[in-house]
């Protein structure tokens, strides 16, 4: 099956600062999905993005399907921003969606 | 309706008892899906309906487990005689969708299972 991996597993920012998180796919998908896991265990929709990109408020996200791969930018981090991100992927019938390995945001003032 | 719901929130069980979660999705969703978390993994596919239809399930759904979507409406994941390795968070999303295009799914708030 497909595998997605992401990167860094772990990051510590100052609040303030830029990140660029990165999700490597090995397959053709036809849906991409960037998700913050809260402390609760929710998982929130970021972005739905197979490919391009797009923005919502400091968060950004970019697609680009041909080279197998997508970046989630946060700019001006906040401690709210703290926690997991997942990108899922889902390919071919496209219905399941498979989940990348995480990456551990700790925002800390 | 604002969103999927799931109940219960947490669930502590003995060893070897039934457990019965509940799922509501996002009113006009046709799909609804559900996943298992465990601590420091991401989410891993179960099973998925499409209205009252199961149509695909995982290698993950032991013969332990089953789902229902009776009415195409919430759905039901069962646990039959529980081990500890059933310990997770279960998941449930729901999309829609036509046909086999694929579409943003949304999440509950999950069930964590603790078996004892």
């Known amino acids: 099956g497909i595998q997605v991996e992401q990167s860094p597993p772990d990051l510590i920012l100052q609040e303030g600062a830029n990140s660029t998180l990165r999700c490597n796919f090995s397959d053709s998908v036809n849906n991409l999905q960037w998700f913050h896991q809260n402390p609760w265990g929710q998982l929130i929709n970021l972005f739905y993005i197979p490919s391009g990109t797009k923005q919502n408020g400091r968060l950004s996200a970019t697609t680009v399907a041909t080279e197998r791969y997508s970046l989630l930018y946060i700019s001006s981090s906040q401690t709210t921003d703290s926690g997991v991100y997942f990108c899922?992927?889902?390919?071919?019938?496209?219905?399941?969606?498979?989940f990348g390995t995480g990456t551990q945001l700790k925002v800390e003032l | 309706d604002t969103g999927v719901s799931q109940n219960p929130r947490h669930k502590i069980t003995k060893r070897g008892q039934n457990v019965t979660f509940r799922c509501d999705p996002i009113s006009e969703h046709n799909r609804l899906y559900w996943y298992r978390q465990t601590l420091g993994q991401g989410p891993e596919f179960l099973t998925y309906?499409?209205?009252?239809?199961?149509?695909?399930k995982s290698r993950l759904l032991s013969d332990r487990f089953s789902a229902e979507r009776p009415k195409g409406s919430f759905s039901t994941l069962e646990i039959q005689r529980t081990e500890q390795g059933d310990s997770a968070m279960y998941l449930c999303a729901s999309s829609l969708a036509r046909d086999r295009e694929a579409t943003e799914a949304f999440f509950g708030q999950g069930t964590r299972l603790t078996v004892v």
């Open positions: 309906f499409q209205n009252e239809a199961q149509l695909e």
């Open positions: 899922a992927v889902t390919t071919g019938g496209g219905n399941k969606l498979t």
